[in-house]
């Protein structure tokens, strides 16, 4: 936690190469596919690498997926900041081909970014309905996608930054009736520290803004995780 505000460059340690940045929230989707070392994992709509980052320090093979280029730029600088090494993709998820199925796969997919609010707080007054729609959609052919990547017995962990029930329970529940190859693994309170107010009753994660408030907060977050069957 930074007490204060300020460049995150300016920070002790940034130019070495001794930390990356992300919300506390946002750490916890990575942490659902438990001990991940050299197992083979993709990071789709990876950018700006904070997951990925996460995931390679704790031993795991990733390759990160992003479309944009200028994010894919910021990705890969700051992997060679913190001296990582990672496989990286300039492509669109939807047309991305693996060379093999992938033991673990993190698609933390674009959203409305609701659960930002304590940071943004003008989002309930920029975003809309239509908003919400196209979001899901999008996310529905990402999730799609990124299904077909996951080998037999493997993990996808689906995540959003957001608070809209369409573009989280939703979508996942969606999902699982196209898909009865897929089946819930219950996240349970000790995989993400204890805190149990962050699970909810079908067992996936929810993190909200008031949650930690006494520390700083963090953002509302969303993620399920599903096991391949066959």
């Known amino acids: 936690r930074v007490p204060s505000a300020g460049s ?15 919300d506390f929230a946002a750490t916890l989707p990575a942490r659902l596919f438990g001990d991940v070392r050299g197992r083979d994992t993709l990071d789709l709509c990876a ?7 996460q995931l390679r320090s704790i031993g795991a093979q990733v390759t990160a997926v992003e479309r944009d280029e200028n994010r894919m730029a910021r990705l890969r600088e700051n992997l060679a900041r913190l001296r990582f090494e990672a ?14 199925l992938a033991d673990c796969v993190l698609l933390d997919a674009p959203c409305s970014a609701t659960g930002t609010i ?5 989002l309930p007054w920029i975003k809309s309905a ?28 689906f995540a959003v930054c957001s608070l ?3 573009e989280g329970p939703e979508q996942v ?5 196209r898909h009865p190859e897929f089946a819930r693994v219950p996240v349970t309170p000790a995989e993400v520290y204890g805190l149990a107010e962050c699970v909810d009753a079908q ?16 953002d509302g977050f969303y993620a399920a995780r599903l096991r391949r069957l066959r």
């Open 118 to 122: 304590r940071r943004h707080p003008e």
């Open 87 to 100: 496989g990286t993709s300039l492509c669109d998820v939807r047309d991305f081909q693996p060379k093999a």
């Open 164 to 166: 809209e029930p369409e």
């Open 8 to 22: 995150v460059e300016n920070l002790p340690g940034f130019s070495e190469g001794e930390f990356w940045v992300q």
């Open 47 to 53: 950018a700006p690498g904070g997951k990925t980052a």
């Open 130 to 157: 239509a908003d919400i729609a196209a979001c899901t959609d999008a996310a529905a052919e990402l999730l799609e996608s990124a299904a077909v990547m996951v080998k037999i017995q493997g993990l996808l962990v």
């Open 203 to 218: 067992g996936d994660l929810r993190t909200l803004p008031s949650h930690l408030t006494g520390s700083g907060g963090m």
């Open 173 to 177: 529940a969606h999902f699982l009736r």
